[in-house]
């Protein structure tokens, strides 16, 4: 029996594959250099949009990018360099199983009128039913800006359930504890049937699953950016459950990787403020990578990720995502810490 989606992961993958080898290059050529800031984030959307509508011209895409401030761009060059980038990642020759069997080969040079339409066609909607892919061609711009951790992000979601999850990490150690051993690596998820990371060449397929964990080798993941998540809250939560090694700050879904090959132990992602919704390309390709690997996902509350609502989470507060041993423990601590907070905001 053919595994399920066999072709939608072939090219999930090469398209993660081409949008970080552009990523790559774009912090090289410009960030190093100067800051174009997006330049990265629109090629990657157009380059992936483009495979995408190659081999499913019926998918629609919820991409976080869209196009109307470079239609609009005159005169800085920006939107020349984002055609250019583009055009080399998707003619590039990537060497190994380019997949030219599926029509993934290395495509044809698009015009800038056709870019431009496949970055917008990440502007759908969303909602409960039917096929649709999703896309964060930069996954943690600050983080990508910093030469930091960032991540090419891509998901298929089908009937609100996500079904494949690749997330590229082109600057996150293949080992987090042996720098030496270098950096890039590709995870891919298929509901039902396990995680692997992959390297940046798509070669060496490892199967993932979290170890079971307790408190003293637990430490949490969380976001670099305290505008993103509240470090304070995740501190009184660690205090709660006895966890002393400090956190591991990271940005982008790398983060859902890492736990998915076990390095830190939970993923705790909770509002600073009110009113910000998440976003579904922020947290897809991780819900099904770390599921796959054995954990749990869900919000602060208990209740799964509700991917059918729309381009956001609705009314999911806060994410902990964490091994299936580890994940009661902390929603419990969890549920304290929101309690405490309460109580201080009564008195
Ligand atoms: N106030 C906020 N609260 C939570 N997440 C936010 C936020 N403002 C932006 N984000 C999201 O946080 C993502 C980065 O997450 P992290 O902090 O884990 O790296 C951003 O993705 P992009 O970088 O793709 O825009 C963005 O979608
Ligand atoms: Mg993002
Ligand atoms: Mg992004
Ligand atoms: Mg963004």
């Known amino acids: ?9 072939q090219v999930a993958v090469a398209a993660v594959r081409r949008a970080c080898v552009l990523t790559n290059s774009v912090f090289n050529k410009l960030v190093k250099n100067e800051t174009l800031t997006k330049v990265g984030d629109y090629a990657a959307q157009a380059v992936i ?21 470079l239609r609009a761009e005159s005169g800085t060059g920006m939107r020349e ?13 990537l060497g190994l199983d380019d997949n030219v069997e599926w029509g993934m080969g290395p495509g044809q040079e698009k015009t800038t009128e056709e870019l431009l339409d496949a970055i917008d066609r990440g502007n759908y909607p969303g909602g409960p039913s039917g096929r649709m892919w999703t896309i964060d061609p930069i996954d943690g711009t600050k983080g990508f800006l910093r030469g930091e951790q960032y991540a090419v992000c891509l998901s298929l979601i089908v009937d609100a359930q996500v079904e494949i999850g690749v997330i590229g990490c082109p600057n996150l150690p293949v080992d987090l504890s042996k720098p030496e051993q270098g950096t890039g690596c590709i995870f891919v998820a298929v509901r039902g049937h396990g995680a692997e990371q992959l390297t940046l060449s798509g070669a060496s397929p490892e199967p993932l699953s979290i170890p079971a964990s307790t408190s003293e080798n ?10 993103h998540s509240s470090h304070s809250f995740n501190d009184r939560v ?3 459950l006895g966890i002393t090694r400090p956190p591991i700050r990271m940005d982008s879904q790398a983060k859902y990787c890492c736990l998915a090959r076990g390095e830190g132990g939970a993923y705790l992602r909770m509002p600073t403020g009110v009113g910000y919704r998440e976003k579904i390309w922020d947290h897809a390709p991780g819900q099904v990578l770390v599921e ?8 602060s509350r208990g209740q799964p990720l509700n991917f059918g609502l729309g381009r956001t989470l609705g009314e999911n507060f806060g994410v902990i995502a964490a091994g299936k041993d580890v994940h009661p423990r902390v929603l419990e601590a969890v549920q304290k810490a929101l309690s405490e907070e309460k109580e201080k905001a009564r008195v």
Do not use: C, Q, W
């Open 1 to 9: 029996m053919s595994l399920p989606y066999t072709t939608e992961k």
């Open 49 to 69: 949009s483009s495979i995408l509508h190659r081999a499913f011209p019926e998918d629609p895409i919820v991409g976080e990018e869209d196009a109307a401030d």
């Open 81 to 93: 360099r984002i055609i250019e980038l583009a055009n080399e990642a998707l003619v590039g020759e």
């Open 218 to 227: 637990l430490n949490f993941l969380e976001s670099v950016e305290a505008a």
């Open 238 to 240: 660690s205090a709660l």
């Open 292 to 299: 796959e690997a054995g954990g749990i996902v869900t919000d």
